[in-house]
């Protein structure tokens, strides 16, 4: 069985909203970021990104790892991308020009969207949007995502989703990278086509199923 090492407030949200949509058996095996944790060295510490243990798993120290029969994937988009192809369905390419337009799309994300966004998440968690500062901080960021944006908008404008006029990995991997920047709504009133994408794959069972899990985890 596909073990997932990790826990639902990270970008296991990735591979655990897949496992959702394909109804697919999985065990997690709880693993916390080592910065939430006061002293992640200490004995008897509970399994974080800093144990030995995990660390000679994933060198990296990060979650999500997934372990599938022998293969260890240690980043999160390749894991997402795996699990769909080996799973097969609709979630998956169905031939090599999906295959690379999932992985384009993908990338896109990761590149090109991720690390600013990520600045809007973080401002949020950090209580820091609602002041004059944050959201001076979450403005220059939207400037330097409406590039990217403008792209994923003239997309939806001509397709409900990102491959194969169906929802599939690449959706979630988007749509998980997209969300980082979700706390600043002025970016979404600008791209409303791309906020209705946004709105429509988060409607889903699978969606909703793991978000809930993510809001009753205590960490
Ligand atoms: N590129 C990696 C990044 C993984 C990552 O940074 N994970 C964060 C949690 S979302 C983490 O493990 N942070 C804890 C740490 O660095 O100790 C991926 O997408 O899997």
Redesign the pocket.
């Known amino acids: 069985m596909l073990k997932i090492y990790?826990v639902y407030?990270?970008?296991?949200t990735?591979i655990l909203w897949l496992m959702e949509e394909l109804g697919a058996p999985f065990e997690l095996v709880p693993?916390l970021?080592?910065?939430?944790l006061k002293d992640?060295m200490a004995d008897g510490v509970r399994l974080?990104?800093?144990s030995p243990e995990f660390l000679a798993i994933n060198p990296?120290?990060?979650?999500?790892?997934i372990e599938d029969d022998g293969l260890v994937l240690?980043?999160?988009?390749?894991?997402t991308l795996y699990v769909a192809k080996t799973s097969g369905g609709p979630l998956a390419p169905k031939d090599a020009a999906e295959d690379a337009l999932m992985l384009q799309w993908t990338l896109f994300g990761?590149t090109s969207i991720?690390t600013e966004a990520l600045k809007i998440a973080m401002a949020n968690n950090e209580g820091r949007l609602g002041t004059e500062a944050g959201q001076a901080e979450a403005k220059a960021v939207a400037r330097i995502l409406a590039r990217p944006f403008g792209v994923l908008e003239k997309h939806f404008a001509a397709h409900d989703y990102a491959v194969g006029e169906r929802f599939t990995v690449a959706d979630i991997n988007l749509a998980e990278i997209v969300r980082y920047a979700q706390a600043y709504q002025p970016l979404f009133d600008a791209h409303p086509k791309t906020a209705a994408w946004l709105a429509r794959v988060q409607a889903r069972p699978g969606f909703k199923a793991m978000w809930e899990k993510r809001l009753a985890e205590v960490e």
């Open positions: 990790g407030k990270s970008r296991a990735r693993v970021q080592a910065y939430k992640p974080n990104t800093r990296m120290g990060s979650i999500p790892t240690n980043e999160s988009l390749a894991q990761a991720e």
